[in-house]
């Protein structure tokens, strides 16, 4: 009796197959889906997938690093300017070519060591007033936000008798020791700007005591 009762191999077989069948997920439901996913979230589940997979370390970085392009990225991006403004320091003597790089300075007559990465950059002026030089060309005051401001009055503080070198539109214009604290924002360029700069700077800022744009 309890061998009729028990169902017989072939009947389980055809039921497990049967349920199976109804269990399984639609092909077409589930591209349909990954359709309508967007490919934000459609690269999160990518990643996560990737991620928990302990196998794919070189795939792990890569799309650790397309993830942070896709959702971290935009939000910095820097509005383009017409005008370009770099403030690099001075670097140590010992740092690597990767960090540093050498340059003619101008006031001691010496090849120097600047750092690569400027600490200022044309995104933190807000604001900036030319005058015209003895020998033809331009001086500008610059006018930095409020992030150039505590990057210059940090540098002056820790880099005080050392030396920075600004470049505008790629040209080395002039350097600036540091002898002070500088707290207000402000880098006055003496001379060695020409027209053509001061009408790309007229594109990106506006003159100091204008209202904002």
Same mark, same amino acid.
């Given at each position: 009796?309890?061998?009729? !009762?028990?169902?017989?191999?072939? #009947? ?64 910095? #991006? ?5 005008? =370009? ?27 120097? !060591?600047?750092?690569? &990465? ?14 015209? !030089? ?5 001086? #500008? ?15 002056? &503080? ?14 080395? &214009?002039?350097?600036?020791? &540091? ?16 027209? !053509?700069?001061?009408?790309? =700077? ?12």
């Amino acid at each position: 009796m309890q061998n009729a !009762a028990q169902p017989t191999p072939s #009947v389980r077989c055809r039921r497990r197959r049967r349920f199976l069948a109804e269990g399984a997920p639609d092909d077409r439901g589930n591209q349909k889906e990954q359709n309508n996913v967007s490919p934000h979230e459609r690269v999160k589940q990518q990643t996560l997938q990737i991620l928990s997979n302990p196998l794919s370390i070189g795939m792990k970085s890569l799309w650790v690093f397309a993830l942070w392009l896709l959702f971290v990225a935009p939000g910095g #991006v820097a509005k383009q300017r017409h005008c =370009m403004f770099r403030v690099h320091a001075q670097a140590n003597s010992q740092d690597t070519a990767v960090f540093a790089t050498s340059v003619h300075a101008q006031l001691s007559g010496k090849d120097v !060591a600047i750092e690569k &990465i400027p600490r200022i950059s044309e995104q933190d002026v807000v604001a900036f007033y030319p005058y015209a !030089a003895a020998n033809g060309t331009y001086g #500008v005051l610059f006018q930095l936000d409020e992030h150039g401001r505590i990057a210059l009055d940090a540098l002056s &503080i820790e880099r005080r008798g050392s030396l920075l070198f600004v470049f505008i539109n790629g040209r080395p &214009i002039t350097e600036l020791a &540091i002898d002070k604290r500088v707290s207000d924002g402000k880098i006055y360029v003496a001379s060695g700007l020409t027209a !053509a700069d001061i009408d790309l =700077m007229k594109k990106d800022w506006r003159l100091i005591g204008q209202k904002k744009r």
